[in-house]
Nanobody
Framework: VQLQACGGGLVQPGGTLRLSCVAS????????IGWFRQAPGKKREGVSC????????QYADSVKDRFTISRDNSKNTVYLQMDSLKPEDTAVYYC????????????WGQGTLVTVSS
């Protein structure tokens, strides 16, 4: 099980970015995929997650109505569309996979840095 996150970069406040999480070695059908982030000096926090089985989606309150998670099973990829970005969204973003029968995310990708600054 491997995950690769990409799409980070430098963007001005109010801008947009789309992160991608490409899965290899497994299919998304049996997994939930979550996006997490960790800002400098802060604990890692959950941003959003999507279940492959029923399409259940959750967002952290801090990103609700600004971020959109989606998946393309044909590409084995999960996306995080980030709109109206704020400086406080600056962080390293990670994607992780959780087998639907498990409670913990057992597989993590490398992070991608998102910097929101003017």
């Amino acid at each position: 099980v491997q995950l690769q996150a990409c799409g980070g970069g430098l963007v001005q406040p109010g801008g947009t970015l789309r992160l991608s999480c490409v899965a290899s070695g497994f299919t998304l059908d049996d997994y939930a995929i979550g996006w997490f982030r960790q800002a400098p000096g802060k604990k890692r926090e959950g941003v959003s997650c999507i279940s492959s089985s029923d399409g259940n989606i959750q967002y952290a309150d801090s990103v609700k109505d600004r971020f959109t998670i989606s998946r393309d099973n044909s590409k084995n990829t999960v996306y995080l569309q980030m709109d109206s970005l704020k400086p406080e969204d600056t962080a390293v973003y990670y994607c992780a996979a959780r087998l639907l029968t498990d409670s913990d995310y057992g597989s993590w990708g490398q992070g991608t840095l998102v910097t929101v600054s003017s």
